[in-house]
């Protein structure tokens, strides 16, 4: 940028510090070098004091346990670096997202991971060019930033599958009511549309119900007591995320339901609640960890120097447990 202005760092740290002893002629040709650059004043002090060995994580909720995993993940990376982890609550809503994105990029961060983000490609591609950005969970590619998915399509097709072929054909779906998941390259979206055309494939148009409410476990409590509410009822639900196959768990023990005899419940993430023995939930693994660990390495080698953009998909499998089986009597 100081040579882009044709003046010394010395010169442009000044501007940016609102020191005294720089003239009104310098002060305007590193102010316009900035906007033509379109940097952030905090960008800019970044490139001039060098490296704060911090990575900054943006997630919806730290709750959430799948996200847990990619943290475990990240910080298994970066524990052989000189780098630490930092982490911020986005929410649901796009001004919250904002305001801790905003947050990560004024405490002058090194690297930015976000998961499943609310905000648009253009706007990722404006943090990335600041600060070298990862995105997980978003099914779009750009050079400006690497990207790390999980293959939805397959995980959802592996999911219906498998019920379809233990006999079910009244099958519901749990998916996410939020403005992102109305974008094509977002997950909730995704695994929706998967689920749809499936069951359209094997001919069961007439028995698609999708449920609109949220990946937690209040969201699976609500989808779960809507889809028990029609008649006829499913055999089976397929809830977008493990935390809301909980609370699918939840609503049917309150109805005195049996799983699966009466209905079987399938989630997706593979957490470690899903495999307590209690629970025994048949899910999607896309393995965190493994996620969280790809995005520390790239995000060390994108501040080491490298340009080039690196897309990784995570292969899915489905894990089959005793939440599963074939329509029952019930």
Known sequence: MAKHAGVSKAAVSKVIRNDYGVSDAMRERVRRAIDELGYRPQAAARALRGRAFTIGVLMRHIGIPFYAEIMTGLVDQLAESDYQAIMIQGGTRDKTEKRALDALIDRQVDGILLIAPLVGRTQVEQVAREIPTVVL???????????????????SELVMDHLIALGHRRIGHITFNQEQGRAAEHVPRIRAETYERVMRDHGFADEIAVVATSYSEEGGYDGARELLSRSPRPTAIFAGSDEAALGVLAALHEAGLSVPDDISVVGYDNTRLAAHPNIALTTVNQDGVVM????????LERIEGRTSAVHFSVVPSLVVRRSTAAPGSG
């Open 292 to 299: 969280g660990r790809m995005a520390g390495r790239l995000l």
């Open 137 to 155: 969970g978003r099914h779009v590619r750009s050079p400006a930033y690497d990207s790390i998915v999980d293959d939805d399509r397959v995980g």
